[in-house]
């Protein structure tokens, strides 16, 4: 106990914390949700971790409504004559044309699983590495203290929510969720033809995406924008060649139809579904997987205003050109087009990941809300990285089912620390800049 007390003491208080944090956000909080909750085994983050990841077990949400559309004589005639929920569009289905075999699909979202949590350690420690080189009286930690942060590091990202939700479900959102924290890793290092081929292929999968394409333009970023666009056209016009002109016209009849309907269910963490369940328009606590909720004009023009809301604010460049066109430019985006989305289940969320690993260090140097900002982070991860079953014990009781949307909470709160970040004098950008210089300097 007294080796244990003085290896505790030799410590940072970074990773003390991370430490203390990672014990109770993994293992206390499954047990009170299952004590005092009464949350069943299956509904809590650790069960797809330690059951369904570890023993290679994996649906097939995306991977069966792309070979239903596949087979189809008109793709998307599964989704307006069959009420099937294929809502990717044509170029998605060349993944399904190219890998016909399941184990194979599945051996590939494992592995890009473990990809995405070691890029998200290399994410932090580079973050680290940026923000803490300022400050000269900090010694870098042993590299057995090294070793413990990638441990807890790991332990974190392995249990993040959306993340391993996304694999267990069989969804292709594994393979965005970890091309984007590839990107942000890729945006750091100065490699932005492939942070842009990286984004032309989640085009490819996920319109929104897009947005990351016009962000690109906006901020001059040329070597990333044109890698995106040269990448989408070409998986554009392959897609085009197998699958004809007349079916990518009416992926945007089905685009048009979300926009218009959403989905009520608990799981659909975006301002669309808050609204659909405040104005309790279609069933809250049931999938069904072939209906959508029922046209309502306010859901629609709410969810339009707080989209054009989300993407404009993201858009704008920041107040300081020092953050143009920066890490933290890139993630507001990023989460913003996210969120702004109809439907945004709780896997999409995945691509917070990379987003804290970058955050944390951040924020320690910059304190955005003083003496609360890293608690109001922690909370923000609780909400992010666990499943709340009991929260649907409110999805009757009018407004105070809002709380269903716990993750929409906490992506917005990391969506105004980004937003707080942009509008600072001494901002990451320059940090950037000023770090690279030094590991420059430190590698010769």
């Known amino acids: ?55 290679f077990h994996q649906n097939s949400d995306s991977w069966r409504t792309m070979r239903a559309a596949l087979k189809a004589p008109k793709i998307y005639s599964v989704f307006f004559d069959q009420g099937l929920k294929f809502q990717y569009p044509p170029t998605s289905l060349l993944i399904i044309k190219f890998i ?66 996304a694999f267990s479900l069989g969804q292709v959102q594994t393979w965005i969720n970890a091309a984007f924290a590839i990107t942000v890793w890729a945006w750091m290092t100065q490699k932005k033809v492939l942070a842009g081929f990286l984004t032309g292929l989640t085009c490819c999968l996920k319109p929104q995406s897009f947005l990351l394409v016009l962000w690109g333009v906006l901020r001059q970023q040329w070597q990333f924008t044109i890698a995106a ?113 109809p439907v945004v289940w709780e896997h999409h969320y995945g691509i917070l990941l990379p987003i804290y690993a970058f955050l944390l260090p951040c924020l320690i140097q910059r304190p955005v809300f003083g003496k609360f900002t890293l608690p109001y982070l922690c909370l923000s991860y609780i909400l992010t990285s666990n499943h709340f079953e009991f929260t649907d014990f409110f999805a009757p009781i009018p407004i105070l089912n809002i709380l269903q949307s716990y993750r929409l909470i906490g992506g917005l709160m990391v969506l105004v620390c980004l937003h707080r970040l942009r509008s600072g004098r001494a901002l990451a950008q320059k940090t950037e800049d000023l770090s690279r210089d030094h590991l420059d300097l430190s590698s010769n």
């Not at 990773?15 to 299952?34: G, K, Q």
């Not at 932090?124 to 900090?138: C, G, I, K, P």
């Not at 590299?143 to 790991?154: M, N, P």
């Open 1 to 55: 106990m007294e080796k244990l007390s003085r290896y505790w003491q030799k410590l940072t208080p970074l990773t003390r914390n991370l430490l203390l944090f990672t014990v109770f956000n993994i293992f206390i909080s499954s047990i009170l949700l299952m004590l005092v909750f009464a949350t069943r085994w299956k509904d809590t983050g650790l069960y797809h971790t330690l059951v369904e990841f570890v023993t």
């Open 100 to 165: 016909p075999q399941s184990w194979l699909l599945s051996v590939i979202s494992w592995i890009l699983t473990i990809v995405n949590v070691v890029f998200c350690v290399k994410i932090f420690q580079m973050s680290l590495a940026w923000h803490t080189v300022q400050t000269l009286d900090r010694s870098p930690p042993s590299k057995a203290e090294t070793t413990l942060q990638i441990f807890i590091l790991c332990c974190l990202g392995f249990t993040f929510y959306p993340i391993m939700k």
């Open 229 to 341: 666009i040269a990448t989408l056209s070409v998986v554009f016009l392959c897609s085009i060649s197998l699958f004809g002109f007349a079916n990518h016209l009416d992926y945007l009849k089905v685009l048009s139809f979300i926009s218009k309907h959403g989905e009520s269910l608990f799981a659909n963490h975006s301002v669309n579904g808050v609204l659909n369940r405040l104005l309790f328009n279609g069933d809250n606590l049931t999938w069904n997987s072939k209906t959508f909720a029922p046209y309502h004009p306010v859901v629609y023009f709410g969810t339009l205003i707080s989209s054009l809301f989300f993407v404009i604010t993201s858009l704008i460049p920041p107040k300081s050109r020092e953050a143009y066109g920066g890490t933290i430019d890139l993630s507001t985006l990023a989460l913003s087009a996210t969120i702004a989305s």
